[in-house]
């Protein structure tokens, strides 16, 4: 079999009542049930995170960033230590973001021509030079199943001239980064090359976009810009914008997305595959998704709980531990608590995209909604009887 | 079976060449296998380290710390969660450290008199009084396996003057826990009181404190005040000169040591047990013991090193991850990268303390000792073909 017959996607049951779909992404490293999320490993690690855990939390494909990676060692040198799977040491499929959110959103930038982008090092000062073409050829180097083009990101998704032009170059680029992949041998790479549509809050924009990437007949697309602070129907509808224009045989990629009520509103829209650093940047600060609501495992009034976390929800690496001591792990800043509640947090994403897949093949999508998002966006206070102290 | 009778040790084998011996020691959460190495869990938690991988480790016997443990959250709060065990989540023998050694050499004393010490918490400033009734009525409430008694660590083994003073005070003060653990149910409490010796660098004090000490006729002794700062020379003699009072038929219990070359220097004077912070300390600094010997992670050498890190002593959590990750995730202070150094520090400590034993049982430690210590202590700088950058 050729690495280009390892790649594809098929839709296994459709929502009776939204545009929701559940499917199979294959890749080279085997395939991806779809609804799926992403955990993120940026820097070549899900933080805190072991790789046998990330497998019996049920996490398919995570993901690297090429801008960090490029940084902190280098391509070369994760290629010498053979390559990004090897060097996350993870079977599973791997996707590596390509650095342009990273690069516009967060980066000290010196220069942004048509050619590329100039910017400055978080790590040493030194300038850095990014262009379509570099991206692609640090991914390859990285060697994940699949990379994502160059893009601009605009910085306010309502800004129509801003976003016109930003998204106008995200289009140059991708041709750009796509004859580079093509180059370098496409599919035979072993790793596929998903296009990115931008076109901020604007209907035409994101039609516009969406219909521009998909002329490079593509293994993927994603929909980028989103959830960069607009407000949640802004959300919902640049996602509509978009996704109605990508072709429904191939999986819909939105990044950067998200919490439990972001996964209904995108996945009723079509989309396939989430990343977000939620879970596990929130387990970190001791913020916690539970089935009863969010938790904020510092507040004084679970110092004495006895109970589990979540028992409706129990993560196995959990058992055993009391609210009250994660609470202690909690305010005694230990590593521990850090890893429990990120695995807990992660367990939790997971599950739900399991019963969100489920729930789509039985026709019950909208009741889980109702369900899930009846508790999940409340804030859970420990009861008045545990504030003992 | 009464509680009582779930505490002892048995020896089941001596080395024909050194006063090593090889035993078991009974608790009521299981036996054992002495001589042992107890990782320390000072605030409720192996830094880093989930319990369920302790137990892969090999770890059995594991240290709580009732100062640190008193301040944050109470041991009231530890007793209505469940007691020490559940709160740590460990289903093994659990010893908890008394704080004598803290109070003594970290706190901010305010005031230390014959009834006590008083002094300042490092976590609120608020004034705590230790006396040895009160740090027996915590240990009691946190529930270990093993409690120690409050001794008087004195801050220079060569002063004379000051050893002698805080020894006898030492022995005044275990006279007390063992009145008040024997009030409070002494071994039927499920709680085993073990005394410890101090003296100094003195062979006649260090000899009248096992002496001492001896005369309660408790579960088990332990000697203090050692790996103070004293050169190799003093701490051997001071091992020696109170091992030697100690009785055969009891666990003798080294307090705070060690490295591979104090564990065969103990060893071979009748130590049972060890603790200290070492494997845990240094693995979070990316320091770590193998095979080859001593290797700083952070060295830029290893970067693009693809080798395992110790083929000769692996560490499951270890397997996939090479060197030159193992030295990015030191570099860029991933949580993963203390945890993993962490696991195989304790899994290097735990293996050579098999190795002790199963050396002792076949007449070979000194053979064992020349192997391990011929590289245990010698810096492992990267070969100079792999420092490509």
């Known amino acids: 079999m050729s690495a280009a017959a390892e790649f594809g996607y098929r839709v296994q049951a459709e929502c009776p009542h939204t545009g929701a779909r559940r499917g199979v992404l294959d890749t080279p490293h085997g395939p991806v049930e779809t609804p799926a999320f992403m955990p993120v490993g940026t820097r070549g690690t899900v933080k805190g995170v072991h790789p046998r855990e990330l497998r019996e939390l049920g996490s398919r494909m995570i993901l690297g960033n090429t801008l960090h990676l490029h940084l902190r060692p280098g391509e070369e040198t994760v290629a010498r230590l053979g390559g990004l799977h090897r060097f996350m040491n993870w079977d599973g499929p791997v996707l590596t973001d390509s650095g342009g959110y990273q690069v516009f959103s967060m980066a000290d930038i010196r220069a942004i021509d048509e050619d590329g982008v100039t910017f400055k090092s978080v790590v040493d000062g030194d300038r850095v030079r990014f262009t379509p073409e570099r991206v692609v050829d640090?991914?390859?180097?990285?060697?994940?199943?699949?990379?994502?083009?160059?893009?601009?990101?605009?910085?306010?998704?309502?800004?129509?001239?801003?976003?016109?032009?930003?998204?106008?170059?995200?289009h140059r680029w991708l041709?750009?980064?796509?004859?580079?992949?093509?180059?370098?041998?496409?599919?035979?790479?072993?790793?596929?090359?998903?296009?990115?549509?931008?076109?901020?809050?604007?209907?035409?924009?994101?039609?516009?976009?969406?219909?521009?990437?998909?002329?490079?007949?593509?293994?993927?697309y994603a929909i980028g810009g989103v959830s960069v602070g607009e407000d949640r129907a802004a959300?919902?509808?640049?996602?509509?914008?978009?996704s109605a224009h990508l072709p429904a045989d191939k999986p819909r990629y939105l990044m950067g997305v998200g919490t439990p009520i972001d996964f209904f509103d995108?996945?009723?829209?079509?989309?396939?595959?989430?990343?977000?650093?939620?879970?596990?940047?929130?387990?970190?600060?001791?913020?916690?998704?539970?089935?009863?609501?969010?938790?904020?495992?510092?507040?004084?009034?679970?110092?004495?709980?006895?109970?589990?976390?979540?028992?409706?929800?129990?993560a196995p690496h959990l058992d055993g531990f009391s609210m009250g001591v994660l609470r202690h792990l909690a305010k005694t800043?230990?590593?521990?608590?850090?890893?429990?509640?990120?695995?807990?947090?992660?367990?939790?994403?997971?599950?739900?995209?399991?019963?969100?897949?489920?729930?789509?093949?039985?026709?019950?999508?909208?009741?889980?909604?109702?369900?899930?998002?009846?508790?999940?966006d409340q804030r859970v206070d420990p009861p008045s009887g545990v504030q003992r102290s």
């Open 138 to 170: 640090i991914q390859l180097a990285l060697a994940p199943d699949v990379m994502m083009a160059f893009d601009h990101c605009p910085s306010d998704p309502h800004d129509r001239g801003e976003v016109q032009a930003a998204t106008e170059r995200t």
């Open 175 to 220: 041709e750009r980064c796509v004859t580079r992949w093509r180059e370098r041998g496409g599919l035979a790479t072993g790793t596929a090359l998903f296009g990115i549509a931008q076109g901020g809050a604007f209907e035409d924009l994101r039609a516009a976009s969406a219909e521009a990437i998909v002329q490079h007949d593509l293994v993927g």
């Open 333 to 376: 800043n230990e590593m521990l608590g850090a890893q429990l509640a990120t695995l807990h947090n992660l367990h939790y994403f997971h599950d739900l995209l399991r019963r969100i897949r489920e729930a789509i093949c039985a026709g019950s999508l909208p009741r889980l909604r109702d369900e899930v998002l009846s508790l999940a």
């Open 266 to 314: 995108a996945v009723e829209r079509g989309i396939d595959l989430f990343d977000c650093v939620t879970p596990t940047r929130h387990g970190r600060n001791h913020q916690v998704f539970t089935s009863r609501g969010l938790i904020n495992l510092r507040h004084r009034g679970w110092k004495d709980c006895a109970d589990p976390l979540d028992p409706d929800c129990p």
């Open 235 to 242: 959300m919902r509808d640049a996602v509509s914008f978009a």
